[in-house]
Nanobody, 122 residues
Framework: QVQLVESGGGLVQAGGSLRLSCAAS????????MGWFRQAPGKEREFVGF????????YYADSVKGRFTSSRDNAKNTVYLQMNSLKPEDTAVYYC???????????????WGQGTQVTVSS
């Protein structure tokens, strides 16, 4: 069982930066791929990126590639999403999730956080 709690969301101007954190409880955190997803009002949840259990591999959606970076500290049971050059279209509720497989598909993620709101003003 893994419980996830996101933090770090907020309001930022276009071009600014935010860093999201996702704190996990559970002894097996280090064995999970951690994914980031987002959902804007009236839209489906979309994949943002993931980081493998070792942190050795990351993968991002084209819409955020080059602007967002995920990292993890397994000793602290925490994964991070650094978001730079934010755009108004990045406005959404951001979720972290844990999966036993490496995947971009939200259906493969077993555990989800409650989400944190990110709002980018133009």
């Amino acid at each position: 069982q893994v419980q996830l709690v996101e933090s770090g969301g907020g309001l930022v101007q276009a071009g600014g930066s935010l860093r999201l954190s996702c704190a996990a409880s559970g002894r097996t955190f280090s064995s999970y791929t951690m994914g980031w997803f987002r959902q804007a009002p009236g839209k489906e949840r979309e994949f943002v990126g993931f980081i493998t259990w070792s942190g050795g591999a990351t993968y991002y959606a084209d819409s955020v590639k080059g602007r967002f970076t995920s990292s993890r500290d397994n000793a602290k049971n925490t994964v991070y999403l650094q978001m730079n050059s934010l755009k108004p279209e990045d406005t959404a509720v951001y979720y972290c999730a844990a999966s036993s497989v490496t995947s971009w598909n939200p259906q493969n993620y077993n555990y989800w956080g409650q989400g944190t709101q990110v709002t980018v003003s133009s």
